[in-house]
T-cell receptor, first 114, second 114 residues
Framework: EAGVAQSPRYKIIEKRQSVAFWCNPISGHATLYWYQQILGQGPKLLIQFQNNGVVDDSQLPKDRFSAERLKGVDSTLKIQPAKLEDSAVYLC????????????FGPGTRLTVL | AQSVAQPEDQVNVAEGNPLTVKCTYSVSGNPYLFWYVQYPNRGLQFLLKYITGDNLVKGSYGFEAEFNKSQTSFHLKKPSALVSDSALYFCAVRASLQGGKLIFGQGTELSVKP
């Protein structure tokens, strides 16, 4: 079974530029998450989708971050404009949708903002 | 509010010795508890979880964890450490009545020396 796919793996941009990350979840997984992991910290949820609807985006900085999950499969996370403090690893995870199930994580995208 | 604490930033053990990585949690309702491992430049890999039932759960690569409700702890253990176990370990909790968001601890760096 294929795991969660993410691209790109690494991205370096200047502050105030925009960037987009892509995630393809495990086939059949209804729930998709984007987490931000700052160096030295545990991952923190940015947004959770159930199929193509948003369940929780309370921690998403909506003035600069946006995310979508068209057709309830792939998802894209965008930052515009980027700030220095956005330097982090962005992790995508998916889960079947049952609350007792396990979240499976992709390899992450490491973003460096200069 | 939900929270997870990993009181040790780093744990050092000699190969062949038993290891313990500590985790305590705070959550309303019944907790779902998870351990993940992260190798450099990799995403999070699932090790094991406690949902209900037996307090001792066994997971991947010989790891196990013991759920202690009275002490609100979920310590990760392995009887005999390997050098290849050296990595960053994260404990996470999800409140059973909430959506799938995981709350992570800050991580514990495990170093196993030959």
């Amino acid at each position: 079974e294929a795991g969660v796919a993410q691209s790109p793996r690494y991205k370096i941009i200047e502050k105030r530029q925009s960037v987009a990350f892509w995630c393809n979840p495990i086939s059949g997984h209804a729930t998709l998450y984007w987490y931000q992991q700052i160096l030295g910290q545990g991952p923190k949820l940015l947004i959770q989708f159930q199929n193509n609807g948003v369940v929780d985006d309370s921690q998403l900085p909506k003035d600069r971050f946006s995310a979508e999950r068209l057709k309830g499969v792939d998802s894209t996370l965008k930052i515009q404009p980027a700030k220095l403090e956005d330097s982090a690893v962005y992790l995508c995870a998916s889960m079947s949708g049952v609350s007792t199930d396990t979240q499976y994580f992709g390899p992450g995208t490491r973003l460096t903002v200069l | 509010a939900q929270s997870v604490a990993q009181p040790e930033d780093q744990v050092n053990v000699a190969e062949g010795n038993p290891l313990t990585v500590k985790c305590t949690y705070s959550v309303s309702g019944n907790p779902y508890l998870f351990w993940y491992v992260q190798y450099p430049n990799r995403g999070l890999q699932f090790l094991l979880k406690y949902i209900t039932g037996d307090n001792l759960v066994k997971g991947s690569y010989g790891f196990e964890a013991e759920f202690n409700k009275s002490q609100t702890s979920f310590h990760l253990k392995k009887p005999s450490a390997l050098v290849s176990d050296s990595a960053l370990y994260f404990c996470a909790v999800r409140a059973s009545l909430q959506g799938g968001k995981l709350i992570f601890g800050q991580g514990t760096e495990l170093s196993v020396k030959p």
